[in-house]
């Protein structure tokens, strides 16, 4: 175990259903950030919270929304997904030192696998 | 433009052999690299972390290696285990003044150890 974890470990979701994965860590980090994990591609970072770190990433699709209300815990809300969003979804915490010059190792969860009918 | 590459894509080998799995990347300007191994339907776990003045870090019985001059970077695994059947994933940070780090990550290499 990573101290990071995910629910649900696995979802199924129609194309106008809402719902949103959750992901909580407990190693005491201040920065939290959501991979998407599609077949045979390199990870892909979408979001990041953080004081120190921003996502360059616009090609998120504005059908995921994050939302960060403390340290420990991290949402992402989907609605009207397509089924290319189908990927294994992970989230990642990290301590961000001051003046960012600290290699940042990153701790993962076991990830959300989603499918979207 | 950043770029990670790892090879070979997959690798297959016998349980007790040696293997060497490769990194080269052209992320400008460089912080740091890590190895990751990733378990099928589970989240990456980090293996190794080095900046630009380290060039080896061992972890059990794995070792990498970085040589920052010809931006390449090695992972070997020593008397591979059945457990380390797994993908390999090398990402690179990118450090920019103001506290703003990218991550690239390369596609990964995916390695089956059999008996």
């Known amino acids: 175990e990573t101290g990071v974890t995910q629910t649900p470990r696995h979802l199924v979701m129609g194309m106008t259903n809402k719902k949103s994965l959750k992901c909580e860590q407990h190693?005491?980090?201040?920065?939290m950030y959501w991979y998407k994990q599609s077949a045979k591609k390199p990870l892909e970072l979408m979001f990041v919270y953080s004081l120190e770190e921003r996502v360059e990433n616009n090609s998120v699709p504005s059908r995921f929304s994050p939302e960060c209300p403390n340290s420990s815990h991290l949402f992402l809300h989907l609605h009207t997904l397509q089924p290319e969003d189908s990927a294994l979804y992970l989230c990642?915490?990290?301590?961000?030192?001051?003046?960012?010059?600290?290699?940042?190792?990153?701790?993962f969860g076991p990830g959300t696998r989603l499918t979207v009918l | 433009k950043n770029q990670v590459e790892q090879s070979p894509q997959s690798l297959i080998i016998l349980e007790g052999k040696n293997c060497t799995l490769q990194c080269n990347y052209t992320v400008s300007p460089f912080s740091n690299l890590r190895w990751y191994k990733q378990d099928t339907g589970r989240g990456p776990v980090s293996l190794t972390i080095m900046t630009f003045s380290e060039n080896t870090k061992s972890n059990g019985r794995y070792t990498a290696t970085l040589d920052a001059d010809t931006k390449q970077s090695s992972l070997h695994i020593t008397a591979s285990q059945l457990s380390d059947s797994a993908s390999y994933i090398c990402v690179v940070s990118a450090y920019y003044p103001g506290g703003y780090n990218k991550l690239i990550f390369g596609a990964g290499t995916r390695l089956a150890v059999h008996p």
């Open positions: 990642a915490s990290s301590r961000q030192a001051p003046g960012g010059l600290t290699p940042k190792e990153q701790f």
């Open positions: 190693l005491g980090h201040n920065a």
